[in-house]
């Protein structure tokens, strides 16, 4: 099972640590939904889960501020009793010291931050969902392509390397060789990233490794990109039918996500830049409304109709 520790969501967040003689380093988030505690505030226990990161907003602070000492002793140590791997404090609101007490009874560690508790929340939950999101790695190599997230796969020698690299002179942007991790962050968003061992790094036959951010700077390299479209290379075979038209999407699938899927077949004298430049522009125009198969289809529909007319 994936899982975050807590010491990254810490300097993720920049927590400020109330119980720094808790022990954080091994407690893990294994999950990217949060719990606010007001129904638990109010003593209502059942379906509580207390595996989640526990966020105490305004609303939460100002319910105990209310409570009487006895009650607060009561649900404070039903609270904190659990497996609660800890308790942010947003908006800078400072537990009363019966709160930090039964924490450190509890080895709870409590902490807070500056931020609102919808931007709190927002960010944090993004964030794990993306750490903790389902992952797969997957043999292809992955570029930015006009701001389109291009997966260019196939079988190994077939030129994704050298496509990358000539779309990287070209202006566009690496993400991973080689190697490429798909995190599903939601039904329908795909994330790629570079293993960190092969992050920035090409494999090219006869030359060997290559530093794409050394040779061709910062810009020329990205840390993460959602995966819009895939290009399959395969060798180019004569008795095969290929799609020369465009009229019917065809797709593959990653994670229980569908992706647009191009099988490009290769042959001397194709260049392969261009044509991953153009499948994303075509891509990206089509999000927009426009397919150019259809207003072909469309032109000879009319033209065979006006000949009809004629006749």
Known sequence: MASVLLTQIVEK???????????????KITQPDINRPALQM?????HFDATRLQIIGFVEYTYMEGMSTKKKKDIYTQFLSGDVPAVVFCRELAPDDLFMTIAKEQNVPVFLTKKSTSDFMAE???WLKVKLAPCITVHGVLVDVFGE??????????GKSEAALEL???????????AVEIRKVSDDT???????????????????IVDVKTLFGVSSVKDTQSIDLVIKLEDWNKDKEYDRLGLEEEYTEYLGNKVVCHNIPIRPGRN???????????????????????ELYKRFQANFASKKDED
């Open 190 to 208: 795909l994330i790629g990233t570079a293993p960190d061992i092969t992050k920035h790094f090409i494999e090219l036959r006869g030359i060997g």
């Open 168 to 178: 990287i002179k070209r202006g566009h942007r690496l993400v991973t060789d080689d």
């Open 124 to 126: 944090i939950i993004r």
């Open 272 to 294: 392969l830049a261009i044509i991953c430049e153009s499948a994303a522009v075509n891509f990206r125009q089509k999000k927009m409304g426009y397919n150019a198969a259809q």
């Open 42 to 46: 109010a003593g209502y226990f059942e």
């Open 149 to 158: 997230g291009v997966l260019i796969t196939g079988e190994s020698g077939i």
């Open 13 to 27: 967040m920049k927590l400020q640590n109330l119980t720094p003689e808790i022990d954080i380093s091994k407690i």
